[in-house]
């Protein structure tokens, strides 16, 4: 799982051998979103099988009570039922949980190297299996080599033992691999610094546009400077760059794996907690917002009798990765789950591979944090007072959306009210409604138009009708 890393923006472009080991060899699912597109949230959601509203997200902030349930994963699941689980890299966000003076090994995992800051590629800390260790600032405690080393050093232990004693010890295994890139500051390896030249944030339609009929965080951003516009190319060019390592690691796991005899009969699947800005709607840099770029992401799986080289059109997100590998290892979930498993899409069969009966919406949901405000003078990862800088967020960039896709509609609809309030009709304060078949970058609110309103009307009480939805009751 990859940190920040966008779909929208060419984010799989620089990475070539990934390409050609999961895209070619495996499927692409081109309909696969992040349900709440910010970091803690999404990534307790993709541990859990659980929306953020069903982690108490309203009342406990950006990592609801994942806490207090997070010896209750599908990790733990899966090592109750004989597999060896390893985690390398980002857990959650409230590093306080599990590292420092509460360093501990949450329940359900064998092999444990989480990290324990962020905003860095140097001189960072771990929990290495419940004690604390530091790294320094050589090319070897690059942040992306040091979680690659240590995940191809256990998967050589487990992979091999699956294969070499499969008949009396079968040990199937599951590794949890969760790099930091390309999140800010997005620093290269050493021996990246100077790749891919020339390349910038790309001028989408609604690169620096000004969307003056959407939430007003969106409407009363200024023209970006050319200080800023510099700042998202830059930032985009590290990005690229500091990939060009997890296209790497991508490498040595397969490597790996099929040295090991292996991966004939292993899942690998690759994805991000959500996607990112570099400029649209004037958002300098960032996620949080309702909008493709910050939504969708990417998603690659390959394995036993997925189509090589196909597309899946399923809509599908991050809700839904607890249930399919649980699935996959043939495990019963312990508690109810929102998401619900893949694996149909994985068949090949034409109709599966097209998505068939499968759902064609989903819900998407956020909290705005505070007033995030981010610029150039530390790299991006800190506002930058009396200097260029964006508002990227804000509290009231609250919102509750469907993001609807079938062979007639091509939809994002949006209601956003305060923070503090419940997602009821009464509490929204603003909606938009978007076609993406007519307007790809959302461009024109069409909640705004009189002809749409028995469209909006209709939308509006779905969406009401599964906001606080649980288990089968989500769509």
Known sequence: MADDQDIKLGGLIPMEQTKKLLREQGALLS???????VCCPSRTATLSGQFAHNLNDQQKGWCGDFKEKENNTFALWLQQNGYKTGLFGKYYNAYGDFCRHNVHVPLGWDRWFSMCDDNKFFSNSFNDQGKMIQHGDNPEDYMTSVIGNQTINWLKQVASSATSNYENDPSPFFAYVAVHAPHVPATPAPWYNDSLP????????????????????????????????????????????????????????????????????????????????????????????????????????????????STITGVASNVDLAATILDLAKVEPKTQLDGRSMV?????????????????????????LHYVRRGPCHQGVSPCPGQDECLEDAPSNTYSALRIINETMD????????????????????????????DPYQLHNLALEPSYKSTVAALKEELHSVITCQGNACP
């Open 31 to 37: 309909n696969f979103f992040v349900t709440t597109p």
């Open 198 to 309: 020339g390349n910038k944030a790309p001028r989408t339609p609604n690169f620096n546009f000004h969307g003056e009929d959407h939430h007003w965080l969106i409407s009363s951003r200024p023209e970006l400077t050319q200080g800023l516009q510099k700042f998202s190319d830059d930032l985009f060019l590290r990005r690229w760059r500091s990939l060009l390592s997890v296209d790497d690691l991508v490498a040595a796991i397969i490597n790996t794996l099929d040295s090991a005899g292996a991966l004939d009969n292993t899942f690998v699947m690759y994805t991000s907690d959500h996607g990112y800005n570099l400029g649209q709607f004037r958002l300098a840099s960032g996620k949080f917002h309702v909008y493709e770029h910050d939504i969708r992401v990417p998603m690659l799986v390959r394995g036993p009798g997925i189509v090589q080289n």
């Open 411 to 438: 939809y994002t609809y949006a209601e956003f009210r305060p923070r503090s309030s419940l997602p009821t009709p009464q509490n929204t304060n603003f909606t938009e409604m978007y076609d993406l078949k007519a």
């Open 344 to 368: 149909p899409l994985f068949s090949p069969s034409k109709e599966r591979i097209e998505g068939g009966s499968w759902r064609d919406r989903m819900l998407i949901e956020y909290w705005g």
